[in-house]
Structure formats: structure tokens, C-alpha cells
């Protein structure tokens, strides 16, 4: 079956405790990307890769780090975690970069609280 | 720079109501994406359509129907004999085609259906 898949889907952490949220893809798809959902805000990008070892940030980059080593996995990585990082995290795919493929493919999201 | 606004937050309804759901966008780009994505309770993100600018046919699958206007930039989405499981939170967003990693979302419009 064709999916995204994230773990953990639920944690709970303290302050400063560094922790990596995984991200797998099964589809082959180039691109893959990072979301954060808070309410009132809708999906804000943290980090996006158009391909194995190209990363760029998106647009909530701050205390947030990935690495994309191979195609299928891109780990979102919190060094030192805060409370203002509690929130709801999508890992997301598609297929090419670029020329409007489009469609997104979720993840079944990551909510993470950090106390 | 491109921005997509869901102006309501929430709505409620009884079953077997018609509900709109309404996005307003703004972009500079002359081709681009518009989706709508579905987060029912249980938070994943599932996708319901994409809609290239080029194309402004209205578009209907069962009980939806989307209704692009490339004049006034919106792209609603209507629930026809809405029921309880159409309770959701739902995402307008916009990419250009040249590179879907740009892609915006709106903050959402939390849809209740009530019994």
C-alpha cells in the first residue's frame, strides 16, 4: 500500500530533550516535506527536499533540522525542544519536484507536546 | 506572494443541509494548483481534489462540487445533503505548477454536522 508513514504519531517531552520524528515514503516520490499545524494557522512549511541530500528551508525553519541521506526517509530532527514547538506535525510527498505534479500525500500526522 | 484565505472558521449544520465552503486566493503566478483537503477527527490529511487554473469547468464528485472563479479568485467548496461524517476541518490550497514545493495553505474552515 501506497503510504507516508511518521512515528511516533504521539510524545510527550521535556524541554531541551533532543528527539527525531521519522518519515518514510514507500512510493519513490523526489519530493518530500515538513508541516507544522497549529490552530488558526493552518499547515506552515518547516523544511522541504526536492531530492536525496537537497534540503532547503521552508518557512518555520527556526529549531528544527532534517536530513535526507536516502529517497525514502526524511527524519525531522528537534535538537532542543521547546514549548512553542507543541503542535501537530505532517510529514508530506510528491512525486516530482517540480512542473505541478501537485498532489501532496500525508502523513498521518505527529502530535508532539513539549513541556 | 501567494496566500489563500478561508475566511470561515467554523460552520455548523444539520444533516441533509447544502454547506460552502469558501477559499479566496491571491497569487501572481498566471498557472497554478488549487486543492482542497479533508482532516476528518481522526487528523489525517485526505485529499479531495486539485483543479488547474487553466481549467474553470466547475467540477462535481457525488456530493461535492467545487466551484472555481478565476475573476473573483475563489474556489468553493459545496456539500450537497451534507451528513455527520462530513464533519472535518478543510484546507484550501494553492501551488504554483512550476513547483509545488511553494504550496499555501489556508487556516481552515472546521465543519460541524450535526444529526
Known amino acids: 500500500e501506497a503510504q507516508v508513514t511518521q512515528n511516533p504519531r504521539y510524545l510527550i517531552t521535556v524541554t531541551g530533550k533532543k528527539l527525531t520524528v521519522t518519515c518514510s515514503q514507500n512510493?519513490?516520490?523526489?519530493?518530500m516535506s515538513w508541516y507544522r499545524q497549529d490552530p488558526g494557522l493552518g499547515l506552515r512549511q518547516i523544511y522541504y527536499?526536492?531530492?536525496?541530500?537537497?534540503?532547503d528551508k521552508g518557512d518555520v525553519p527556526e529549531g528544527y533540522k532534517v536530513s535526507r541521506k536516502e529517497k525514502r526517509n526524511f527524519p525531522l530532527i528537534l535538537e532542543s525542544p521547546s514549548p512553542n514547538q507543541t503542535s501537530l506535525y505532517f510529514c508530506?510527498?510528491?512525486?516530482?519536484?517540480?512542473?505541478?505534479?501537485?498532489?501532496?500525500?500525508f502523513g498521518e500526522g505527529s502530535r508532539l507536546t513539549v513541556l | 506572494a501567494q496566500k489563500v484565505t478561508q475566511a470561515q472558521t467554523e460552520i455548523s449544520v444539520v444533516e441533509k443541509e447544502d454547506v460552502t465552503l469558501d477559499c479566496v486566493y491571491e497569487?501572481?503566478?498566471?498557472?497554478?494548483?488549487l486543492f482542497w483537503y479533508k482532516q476528518p477527527p481522526s487528523g489525517e490529511l485526505v485529499f479531495l481534489i486539485r483543479?488547474?487554473?487553466?481549467?474553470?469547468q466547475n467540477e462535481i464528485s457525488g456530493r461535492y462540487s467545487w466551484n472555481f472563479q478565476k475573476s473573483t479568485s475563489s474556489f468553493n467548496f459545496t456539500i450537497t445533503a451534507s451528513q455527520v461524517v462530513d464533519s472535518a476541518v478543510y484546507f484550501c490550497?494553492?501551488?504554483?505548477?512550476?513547483?509545488?514545493?511553494?504550496?499555501?495553505f489556508g487556516a481552515g474552515t472546521r465543519l460541524t454536522v450535526k444529526p
Open positions: 512510493m519513490n516520490h523526489e519530493y
Open positions: 527536499s526536492m531530492n536525496v541530500e537537497v534540503t
Open positions: 483543479r488547474n487554473s487553466f481549467d474553470e
Open positions: 497569487t501572481r503566478d498566471t498557472t497554478y494548483y
Open positions: 490550497a494553492l501551488s504554483p505548477t512550476y513547483n509545488n514545493n511553494d504550496m499555501r
Open positions: 508530506a510527498s510528491s512525486l516530482v519536484a517540480g512542473l505541478g505534479t501537485g498532489e501532496l500525500f
